[in-house]
């Protein structure tokens, strides 16, 4: 099936201002009738719930989180672009436009990267409304300071805790509709089902992660804001309760799943320390700006870096890319890096690191500029690694940071189920094969205040309020699927514990599915997913019982999703035989080692549609017509 | 390493809790507390037993969902670092290490170190914001904000709400959370309009969620992760001073 | 926030159930009873001018029963208000924290921080003792200025204080209740300006060492009276 966008015609900076006049709206009085279900309480879910809330709407909010605060979009560190132009260094909107379009190498759709850009700087007024402490210069004006892939400073930041401060000014706005009862917020609450009624979303089922209830809500139309995947390959930078369920448990109830297979690999984290790793922390990519990368030139060579002379190093991406240095992309650093290791050059505990060093900039500028740039990230260095950076050269690794895949939108945000919408870094809609640095807290933020709240009144204008209750049969079918599995995960009573699958699968799919895959690499992925599944669905080991707090049970039920879903990106991977942003197939490169791109064939959206979970599953097309920039080589050389 | 631990155990809020002693093995000096109580977690449950229910998610030290007393101070021994970032090498071979949940009224105990938070929602919800509507707001340099304002703003703004300060207490008092929402927004152009109101109302949440009074041990500020400051609460009390004056 | 509402949702009445409210009223209550000690050493500090000095004062004091019984007034108030409150605070954040915690490090609470209900409650007890000795008069009934009378006529007050005061067992008491006052006020002075909101981030490690002047200084002055009798300096 060919997938229509439903991207609005006319010029391409008129598409979103005649869109908004050609759709439906709901009169006030009518608001009140209708209820909407937004799970997840991200910068999407908040800012959505907030916003539907104040509108008139009676919104049902869940998180699994113990409070809606503290969703993992409080994490990001580095800021949110805006296209303002304050600096007057030759902004604007279409540049904002150009330039995550040109990131995401031309695998976005023109008309939602556009109207993201066009409601950038709304974005930001509504931050400072709210009290959000942006950084300000010594004459009171907001600062900018720029970030990767841009060449004009348009990136809003509120010191290395951006994320945080945006959230928490969208969890504020949250807070006084609760006040205001426009909004009730479900925390300690997890979606396990979408409930499809006569083909359109209708309802969810969730389990009380404290009492273990499962329970059904009904409403007009629900959203998703359940952001990303990268959990799937276990060790990431998100959060340890981040999962595909929700969205995984949508497209089992048909919703399709777009471009699982981009995924975007951060090439600076600290590196794994041991089996016992949960999680990996981002280093702020702003210390290549003065780190040089390097590892020892001959392999194996464990000697203690000062004691490598400089010409037994390797300062690979001086050596390959002169022109850029250590600040090559993301995407190329990372690869680069963990080909040194592969190669037996990497350095630290395991061997998969690179020296990051910076004993030339503290000869240059002195430790004490040094420390004034970076002295709170050499602080967080050293809690975690026990080593100080002033010394001696940190060791970086990549490591799985961001999803751009995710359910497939169309222009309005919904989904191919009709009352199914899908917010933030869930949908698959605005950053291609590559997000930019400050573009996640834009799109998430975007989305939330002020996309959906137009978009969702064209849909709920076209249905009757309250049209199904929880008596309806799907509903109490949905409950028994759900309390089914886990009853069953319950009753296996094997020998591994859950985890145990969770890192075996996260081993699997980045060595295979991870920053260089091939066909080869891809179908022993294939091979290897199912069989793991299999395993664990006879030999998992669930403790506790399932009416209580039960983490166990929570995780098990996520890591079910992951081991289809991690199929699912491999498969998606396999079917890409291009290399675009994130998505590198070593089959397809340039010479020089970049990214080559087949505009020809793979100009599309994939959009994977569930057939069953023996059978492969379907794949919809959704072209990407260009009409507005050309389709250049993304080349930072 | 090999360590000795002491943990509370309660099944649920209306059961009997105590200490119960687990013995965490091998343990490496690199691995974070929580991978280390990931450790022990995962020998009970290749025994058949019930790993220790705790609450964690970023593990990166900003979320602020880890919520552990040990040894006796909330988030453990180092200074302005979360029990998520607070690594083993802090500990010596054959330690005894006590671990207790958050203890307050205002927490009531959900599983073994789970708290319910949400009374912190609560003050919040009472006021801890702007009444700003989304769209309709003036452009974001239109009112400009002195950068000594905007700085004591963010100093305060980044309160994690982790409720160690509660914890901290000997009161179990919240005045150093409510504070710091409270000065955030008092020190802005933009939360001036309502600061008077907001002062009052959430001080009163306050009381109402049951927590106890501040009588200035400044133990929350030696406990806060992120180092807030009592200076704060200071300024809580002159905008109640001022409200009540207006 | 709330629906329509300039300015404070507290009632005058309500708002003194208000957390904050109740610590200012504590505060202020605390530094006029501070006040109220120096005051009073003013007086005691006539003794070291021999048996005219505090003699006088005393009968001065007496010549204006007005004066007096407002001062009292005040004073009974400010002490009621302050202990009431106190007890009232303490029992709630007791009931802040039902279940305590098996092990305890505490990195800045302070003796005095932690006793306040407590140096409260022996300076309660100790004040009556006073009143009983040195107003009422029957702790030493054989010395009473009530019915000893100097000289010049007057209530002989230096010939109360000096023999009282000789007896280790009295003075014992004295020293206990300025050890209570000492470390309740060390706590309190720099308490009650945070309280007031008249401390910053400079100011308050200034306000915590003046809270230690006061405390050593109001300890000092007022046991000097009892230690130079026993020493026999002041005979």
Known sequence: MILDGKCPSGPLAQKWDKHRQDMKLVNPANKRKFRIIVVGTGLAGASAAATLGELGYNVDAFCYQDSSRRAHSIAAQG???????????????????????????????????????????????????????????YAGYLDNRSFGGAQVSRTFYARGQTGQQLLLGAYSALSRQVKAGTVKVHTRTEMLDLVVVDGEAKGITVRDLVTGQISSYAADAVCLCTGGYVNVYYLSTNAQGCSVTATYRAYKKGAFFANPCFTQIHPTCIPVSGEHQSKLTLMSESLRNDGRVWVPLKKGDKRPPHEIPENE?????????PSFGNLAPRDISSRAAKEACDDGRGVGPGGFGVYLDFADAIKRLGEDKIRERYGNLFEMYERITDENAYKQPMRIYPALHYAMGGLWVDYNLQSNIPGLFVLGEANFSDHGANRLGASALMQGLADGYFVIPYTIANY???????????????FRKSQEDVSTQIKKLLSINGKRTPKEFHRE???????????????????????????????????????????????ELERAGRIADFLEFGELLARDALNRNESCGGHFRVEYQMPDGEAKRDDENYSYVAAWEFKGLDSAPELHKEPLVFENVHLGIRSYK | MNLNLYVWRQKGPNAPGKLEQLQAKNISPDMSFLEMLDEVNEDLVRNGKEPIAFDHDCREGICGTCSQVINGIPHGPQERTTVCQLHMRKFKDGDSIYIEPWR?????????????????????????????????????????????????????????????????????????????????????????AEAAQRVCVMTEAMLNEGFGNCSNHYECQAACPKGIKVS??????????????? | MAPASNGCTCSCLKVFANPVAKKMLMAITGIGLVAFLFVHLIGNLSLYAGPGGINAYGQTLHSLPPVVWAFRAGLILLLVVHIWL???VTLENQAARPTPYAQRTYLKVTLASRTMIWTGAIIGVILVYHILHFTVQMICPETAANTLKDTLGRPDVYTMVVSSFRKIGISLVYLVWMGAVALHVSHGVHSSLQTMGLAGEQTLPLWTRLALCVAAFVFIAYTSIPATILAGIVK
Not at chain 1, 313 to 321: G, H, I, N
Not at chain 2, 119 to 147: E, F, M, W
């Open chain 2, 232 to 246: 704060f609460i200071a300024k809580l009390n002159r905008e109640f001073l001022k409200a009540q004056i207006k």
């Open chain 1, 79 to 137: 800021g949110i672009n805006a296209a303002k132009n304050y600096p007057n260094d030759g902004d604007s909107i279409f540049r904002l436009f150009y330039d995550t379009i040109k990131g995401g190498d031309f695998r976005a759709r023109e008309a939602n990267v556009y109207r993201l850009a066009q409601v950038s700087n709304n974005i930001i007024d509504q931050c400072v409304a709210q009290g959000v402490p942006f950084a300000r210069d």
């Open chain 2, 104 to 192: 307050a009224k205002a927490f009531p105990l959900i599983k073994d170190l789970i708290v319910d938070r949400s009374a912190l929602d609560r003050i919040i919800q009472a006021g801890g914001y702007t009444s700003c509507h989304t769209g309709g707001v003036p452009d974001g340099n239109a009112i400009l904000i002195p950068k000594p304002d905007a700085d004591t703003a963010m100093d305060a703004a980044e309160c994690i709400g982790c409720g160690a300060c509660v914890a901290a207490c000997p009161n179990g008092s919240a005045m150093l959370f409510t504070s710091a929402k409270v000065s955030q927004l008092a020190s802005l152009p933009q939360g001036r």
């Open chain 3, 86 to 88: 106190g007890i009232k």
């Open chain 1, 313 to 321: 190093r390797d300062y690979y991406l001086e050596r390959k890319y």
């Open chain 1, 460 to 474: 709920l204008a076209q249905t009757k309020p309250g049209k199904v209750t929880t008596d309806h049969p799907e």
């Open chain 1, 505 to 551: 699968l996260g081993k699997v799919m980045w060595e295979h599915v991870g920053m260089a895959r091939s066909e080869q690499s891809l179908k022993k992925a294939l091979h290897l997913i199912p069989e793991i599944r299999e395993e664990f669905w006879k030999n998992v080991k669930v403790v506790g019982s399932g009416a209580e707090l039960n983490q």
